[in-house]
């Protein structure tokens, strides 16, 4: 059983004739990403990956795997074997899948659960001196792994954090033996990580060149953290293949649910929808919605165009955003993930006194009570005009996860196509940087210092204390 989309609760907002109008779109957009004619082209590596990681060699049928996969695995088993603690240093797409896959699979308490794999933390991902000065702390006693993801080894938030983590194994464990330690997941070629990893002989993996970050969870960046938290990497990888083969069949709406979810979104944007909402009733899935959102939101967010992705997680959020959501201004929509089986279930027990008033409750499951606060969620947000996509996912098994990866991710290609723009750039991320880079007094950007200064005023020197 795969992935299903119920386009029911979306009915009364999106007509059968305006799915039609889009066919050719979608048509058109399917065979400019096939035919490698869309814009980006030169980032769409990721397409065929599941049965080509990272050369053409993967075929789980005929039981064959390529040698960069191996090590991957080798290198997972080394982690787990000589490591209490594994950091993570990556931001944006090099580390979001990772950690949305870990949390997924496992449970967002994953570092407080007895188990016999490592605690996995993060860094690299902002540039608070509070969390990263956390880190130290939490690894005295313990011996630790880094997997430092970068695909050049300069943007700031990583590399800052890499210099301080490597620093803390080299003083922890002598130079030499910190190599053992320290696995990079950068260019194949060149690049300031690549040439640090090949000097000091740290082990390497590979960004592929035609692969983006917020595309390549399904390759080293993401494979290596996944396997170390004991998560079955090839079972990911054959739930991505049958996407790939599922997506790939026809560009027909009706057959294809990838293509109908792309079609729903824009069909609904057309109409003034400018807000998307990712829905789960399980904590478990939030740091997917974090992923999705970053898929989304780079690969549409251009040329004053796109959904604002966001994300909420029910019931609790219900207590929050529920009011907005029911009555605020109606430009948004949500996608609705639900789950047939749930990871683990309780059932609830009865209260001879019956002080909450809940007996009639008693010997129900919880998923049961969860599913029923879904349907009576989705029919009063209807009721509220808000259009619900649902997407229904057999379970929370590692082949489920990549199945649902791959659609969420040809999905966004062939939505960003449709919409008109190249959903594999990210122009805009650019900005910030170069401003950062020129107000921190980088080499090279002196000009744009002084004017970048000026423009910020007194207050921002107060702020910095210059």
């Known amino acids: 059983m795969a992935l299903r989309l119920n386009a029911s609760y979306a009915k009364g907002f999106i007509s059968d ?17 096939h035919n490698g004619t869309c814009a980006g082209n030169d980032f769409i590596g990721w397409l065929t990956l599941p049965t080509d990681y990272p050369a053409g060699n993967m075929s789980f049928e005929k039981g064959t795997a390529n040698p960069e996969f191996n090590r991957i695995k080798a290198a997972a088993k080394k982690i787990q074997s000589d490591s209490d603690i594994l950091i993570v240093i990556g931001i944006g797409g090099s580390y979001l899948g990772a950690r949305a896959a870990i949390e997924y699979l496992t449970t967002p308490n994953y570092n407080l659960i007895k188990k016999d794999t490592p605690n996995i933390y993060y860094a690299g991902n902002s540039i608070s001196g509070a969390a990263l000065s956390e880190l130290p702390e939490l690894c005295e006693g313990k011996d630790v792994s880094l997997n430092m993801i970068s695909k050049s080894g300069t943007t700031t938030e990583p590399a800052v954090a890499f210099r301080v983590l490597r620093k803390m194994l080299e003083d922890k464990y002598g130079k030499e ?8 997941t950068t260019d194949a070629n060149k690049g300031t990580l690549h040439d640090v990893a090949i ?42 293949q049958a996407a790939q083969a599922d997506f790939a069949k026809t560009a027909d709406i009706e057959e294809n649910v990838c293509y109908k979810y792309a079609a729903m ?75 047939d089986k749930p990871k683990t279930d309780l059932e609830i027990g009865i209260d001879p006194e019956n002080i909450d008033g809940l007996n ?30 649902v997407l ?16 969420f ?28 880079f020129a107000l921190l007094g980088k080499p090279g950007y002196e000009k744009e210092q002084a004017a970048l200064a000026e423009r910020l005023g007194d207050n921002f020197k107060k702020l910095i204390n210059k």
């Open 265 to 339: 979104r824009n069909v609904l944007y057309n109409k003034g929808y400018a807000t998307e909402i990712m829905v789960s009733y399980e904590p478990a899935y939030q740091m997917m919605s974090e992923w999705w959102k970053q898929l989304y939101g780079e690969s549409e967010g251009k040329d004053n165009k796109g959904l604002f992705p966001a994300s909420v997680i029910f019931s609790t959020d219900l207590h929050s955003m529920g009011q907005y959501i029911q009555e605020g201004v109606r430009n948004l929509f949500e996608t609705v993930c639900v789950f």
């Open 177 to 184: 033996e910190a190599c053992k330690r320290i696995y990079c």
């Open 392 to 407: 229904e996912i057999p379970d929370w098994s590692e082949y489920e996860l990549g199945y649902l990866i791959y659609f």
């Open 409 to 436: 991710e040809k999905a966004c290609a062939v939505s960003g196509i449709m919409l008109g723009v190249n959903p594999f750039n990210q122009p805009g991320v650019e900005a910030y940087k170069k401003n950062m």
């Open 360 to 389: 009639f409750l008693a010997g129900e499951n919880m998923d049961y009570v969860n599913k029923n606060a879904f349907g009576g969620t989705v029919l009063a947000h209807n009721d509220g005009g808000v259009p619900n996509i």
């Open 199 to 240: 000097k000091e002989g740290y082990e390497t993996f590979v960004v592929p060149d035609d692969v983006g970050g917020r595309y390549s969870v399904l390759t080293a960046v993401g494979l290596l953290p996944i396997a170390v938290a004991g998560c079955d990497i090839d079972k990911l990888l054959e739930g991505a």
């Open 17 to 33: 004739d305006e799915l039609k109008q889009l066919a050719p779109a979608v048509q058109q957009a399917h065979d400019a990403l």
